[in-house]
């Protein structure tokens, strides 16, 4: 484990002390107790734990370990070992002012507790609590260290008392025995936390995590890990049975509002013993309980667990994914699913006043307006139909309070910030002006205050002080064709800028005339030799002046104060205020009526879902990796469609603005109207993934399938039980097959498995793969062609990697991976590297942007081209293995995570140790290795691969496709 990942230091022997940045002269004690027994405690946890602990910049520590023996460490001399005592013990010879628990599997961060002894330093509370970060959710987190919070009680800060783990507070210790708070062997229980919370005359929040738990055991079976397992559900209800019993009222509407429902959500992956732990636990504690002090969400995951079956819990909670922020509501009670095998009645469906909660929001600074400005804002209530005009009054530092004339204003981008699928919050908008007199013509913070429905929000707006004349401001932006201007003035002869974002920059033109400035950003890039269109992102307009030092550089007030809405047919481009250096957001061109949760969920109403037959008998709808490219299989089969001149109209699903569209086909915007439109009506559907989880087949549409690769690791039914992401997922998949109309396999070995993995009874279309095509044209060509784009000689080796998705690694290291690219380089002076991270990746910055010979390709728009261009494939479990197979050259499998992938993430559908087309190695050095061996040991094994693999892969697979479409025209 690096803890260093974690925010905490590496400490070893003397260097412990150098870290500290203060003298423990000054500082007051503080004991931590850390339970470490058990036989199943592990040494290197615990050794790790103590690391944390004395790498705190809180100098004054004492440590007590009791239960076990420390580990011989150079550092151990600053811990004292008490291995027959028990935490009860441990806390009766702490000396500290101050006491904290630890158990060994938390590591704590480093200025954690300098933060929270300061807190009670300066409140005097009895006990203080921050964050703790753990792999579970804890829901409440947002909430309640949202922001500072002293001297509180149960009464005014009752959030609190849902946060029952010890590992993340400090306690006065005196306070503690005073209390007489006892804890067991094992330490303090969520019951002893609850007493805690009841005998302080006050404590503290800290808004900040102070400790840890790092995902010990995520690589595990689901079926192993702890927090899946029954006899963890069993222990965790009989510690909250005992704290209900002590806790005040209102305590248990919390607890089904927060601690409870993540537990209903793990109940879907966890098997019948769990769900049966989990709903004896939520029957005890819900005797009594009235409905109507529960939020309608986590009252309906209650029901199902007390009432239903796990096959009703699984439904209800998939739609509360559906619906993350609001349900759907018919007369005045929810709509639930209709297959559940019970419903729940009217008093558990029904919407009450704690769903009614009122949000707000403001404007961050006033609109200029004639003589004075605006304040612009909207306030509405959830699941309330109505939008009553709220007042509005400025509140000064004196206390005096001037209210502000409130008119409505209709604004569909309100829907974008309520983020509410079944409620046009559109009316909820409205300005509240103000002349030159008032306060807020005034540089500052002004508080706001806004009354609504009996209840007081506060807000704040600034007015920034007017820039410096020694200033560059930027007062006018426009775009059109794809061209960004920037203009304004500034102080300068001369200016020289860039345009900066996802790991590029590029030149802007600037020109400078009598103060005033302008700046022209076409919106493309040069990308593998070729113009296209910047990717979505964010970019940072950088300008300097003739000596090349940075200028200081601000919107213009209007600007920052209303934000331009900026379009054309490929981008849209908005403002970031928030930020030190001018920047803006380049994202696709959806209107204000296309944006957000309840501008898609209306589209999909009226535009996708009115049509019950397809009616564009020529529209051909393409997608690949649901937008992110025009490549793949689909992009083969619509290159035959287009040369076989059958008027075929040919439409591509983009989600970027950087995705290019071949000439004589055309693009439409995921999540715009026309996307819906074309989705709904178009005669032939091609997809190479999962279509949006909703879509269902109309009468006369054609959905072909041609998937996006031939696969090793398991997939949809065969992956085995999973988490209920991965029961989410299969579902849908499921849902989807039933509507395909055919599935293209590049052999009998893919069409077992499609049949499997997707329950698939449909047609088979054993073809190839179409995407394979261009391996068996003119190569030669394709493979100069690609080495002039990206800049490599005939003579340099290249090394193409390209390693699959992990989920338990993710996004941060999903390119350069296991592979030391950097090293290979350096070893191989003949060698080029180009790493192709997962389509996943692809929005990602790019990496090693400055190296000459480590070229990131995640965006180049096919990678048959540096199938071509390569003379080694190193890869791992990815589906490229096989495709690459096809030209026959060398494979190298870098796999250092082997057994874990294998028995623990996915599984696998064969013996890869025995079948690979090349060697299995599990380090850079072993690649450098295969990479300067000078004999082929793989022919035959590569020979034997496209035999079972690729049998059907001849150059005609696109055509044979669009033979089987065009029979259906």
């Known amino acids: 484990m690096d803890v260093t990942r974690l925010g905490v230091r590496r400490v070893a022997g003397s260097a412990a002390r150098r870290l500290r940045p203060r003298s423990s002269a000054s500082m007051p004690t503080l004991s931590v107790v850390i339970a470490a027994g ?74 954690a507790w300098d933060a929270m002894v300061t807190a009670l330093q300066g409140s005097g509370s009895d006990l203080v609590v921050g964050a703790r970060r753990t792999p579970e959710p804890r829901p409440w987190n947002t909430d309640l260290f949202s922001r500072h919070r002293t001297e509180q009680t149960p009464q005014t800060c009752p959030l609190a008392l849902v946060d029952l783990s010890p590992q993340n507070k400090v306690f ?27 005998a302080a005359d006050a404590f503290d929040v800290v808004p900040k995590v102070v400790s840890e738990v790092p995902p010990r055991d995520a690589d595990r079976p689901v079926a192993e890990r702890r927090r899946f397992q029954a006899q963890t559900m069993r222990g965790r209800m009989e510690a909250l049975g005992t704290v209900a019993a002590t806790a005040p009222a209102g305590w248990r509407s919390d607890l089904f509002t927060y601690i409870l429902p993540p537990w209903y959500v793990d109940a879907v992956a966890a098997g019948d013993q769990y769900f049966e732990a989990l709903r004896s636990g939520v029957e005890v504690l819900a005797r009594g309980l009235d409905p109507a002090t529960v939020r309608v969400a986590e009252r309906l995951g209650a029901w199902t667990v007390l009432n239903g079956t796990p096959g009703d ?48 929001w403001v404007g961050e600074r006033p609109v200029p307006h004639q003589q004075g400005g605006l304040v612009r804002g909207a306030t509405f209530t959830e699941y309330v139909v109505d939008h009553p005009l709220p007042s509005v009054e400025v509140v000064e ?130 990308a ?14 950088r300008l300097q ?49 296309e944006r957000g949760a309840f501008a898609q969920q209306d589209l999909q109403r009226r ?54 569209v071949p000439q004589g086909m055309r693009a439409v915007v995921r999540g715009t109207e026309d996307w819906y439109d074309v989705l709904a009506n178009a005669r032939f559907y091609v997809a190479n993934a999962g279509a949006p989880y909703w879509f269902a087949k109309k009468t006369g549409q054609t959905h072909l399938q041609t998937w996006h690769g031939t696969p090793l690791k398991r997939l949809g039914e065969d992956r085995g039980p999973g988490d209920f992401h991965t029961w989410r997922h299969r ?69 193409l990697y390209a390693p699959t998705w992990r989920e338990y690694v993710g996004v941060r290291d999903s390119k350069p991976l296991y592979l030391d690219a950097e090293r290979v380089t350096a070893t191989l002076p003949d060698t080029v590297v180009l790493i192709r991270g997962h389509y996943n990746s692809s929005a990602q910055r790019e990496v090693f942007i400055d190296h000459r010979r480590i070229l990131d390709v995640t965006r180049y728009p096919d990678i048959a081209d540096l199938y071509l261009a390569a003379d080694v494939l190193v890869t791992d479990y990815s589906s490229v293995m096989f495709d690459f197979a096809l030209t026959d050259k060398p494979v190298v499998l870098l796999v250092p995570d082997f057994k874990k992938y294998r028995d623990v993430e996915r599984g696998f559908y064969f013996d890869i140790e025995s079948t690979a087309p090349g060697p299995l190695v599990d380090s850079t050095d072993a690649v450098i290795a295969r990479l300067t061996g000078r004999s082929d040991e793989h022919a035959a094994a590569r020979a034997e691969f496209r035999r079972r693999f690729c049998p059907f892969d001849d150059g005609k697979a696109s055509a044979r496709v669009v033979d089987w479409l065009l029979s259906r025209w």
């Open 172 to 198: 006065r210790l005196g306070w503690w025995r005073r209390s007489d708070l006892h804890v067991g062997h094992r330490g303090p229980g969520p019951e002893v936390v609850m007493a805690a919370y009841l």
């Open 607 to 660: 535009i996708y879902a009115a049509p019950s037959t397809a009616s564009y008998g020529s529209t051909v709808l393409l997608e690949s990796f649901r937008g992110r490219s025009v490549a793949d299989s689909p992009e083969a089969i619509a290159r035959e469609l287009l040369g076989r001149d059958g008027g075929a109209d040919l439409v591509w699903v983009v989600d970027d603005p950087g995705v290019e």
């Open 528 to 541: 593998f030799g070729e113009t296209v269109g910047l990717p979505r992102g964010r970019y940072a307009l």
């Open 397 to 526: 530092s004196d206390g005096t309070r001037t209210p502000l004339p409130v008119v409505r204003r209709h604004d569909p981008s309100v829907n974008e910030w309520a983020d509410r699928a079944w409620e046009d919050r559109s009316s909820a908008a409205w300005e509240a002006s103000f002349d030159e007199t008032s306060s807020l013509s005034r540089p500052g913070h002004h508080d706001v205050w806004v009354h609504y429905g009996g209840h007081t929000l506060h807000h704040q707006v600034v007015v920034p002080e007017p820039p410096p004349k020694t200033t560059t401001v930027i007062d006018t932006v426009t775009l059109a064709d794809g061209v960004l201007r920037l203009s304004g003035t500034t102080p300068e002869d001369s200016l020289t800028g860039h345009l900066t974002g996802r790991g590029e920059s590029h030149e802007a033109v600037v020109g400078v005339l009598g103060g005033r400035w302008e700046c022209t950003l076409p919106l493309t890039t040069c």
């Open 731 to 799: 579902r849908r998949i499921a849902r989807q097959a039933a509507g395909w109309d055919a599935f293209v396999s590049p052999s009998p070995y893919c069409s077992a498995i499609f049949r499997s993995a997707f329950r698939f009874d449909g047609p088979l279309l054993e073809t190839g793969y179409p995407r394979n095509d261009v391996l068996f044209g003119d190569t030669d060509h394709l493979r100069t062609r690609t080495r002039q784009r990206l800049g490599i000689s005939a003579e340099q080796r290249v090394v």
């Open 545 to 593: 002046d003739g000596r090349g030092k940075p200028c200081t550089t601000v919107w213009a007030e209007a600007l920052a104060a209303d934000p331009p809405e900026l379009a054309d047919l490929r981008h849209r481009i908005t403002l970031a205020i928030d930020v030190t250096v001018p920047t803006v957001h380049l994202r696709p061109p959806l209107r204000p009526l």
């Open 38 to 111: 058990g036989a199943d405690e592990e040494a290197a946890i615990l050794d790790e734990c103590l690391r944390s602990a004395l790498s705190s910049t809180h100098a004054a520590l004492e440590i007590l370990v009791a239960g076990r023996r420390v580990p011989a460490r150079s550092w151990a001399r600053r811990v004292r070992s008490l291995p027959e005592a028990s935490v009860e013990d441990a806390v009766a010879r702490a000396s500290g002012e101050y006491l904290a628990f630890m158990n060994p599997a938390d590591l704590v961060r480093v200025d």
């Open 313 to 360: 819990s699984a439904l209800v909670q998939d739609l509360l994914a559906d619906n993350p922020h609001g349900l759907p509501v018919e007369s005045g009670m929810v709509s639930v699913p209709d297959n559940l095998s019970v419903a729940p009645p009217p008093a558990w469906r029904a919407i009450y006043d704690v769903d009614r909660l009122v949000r707000s």
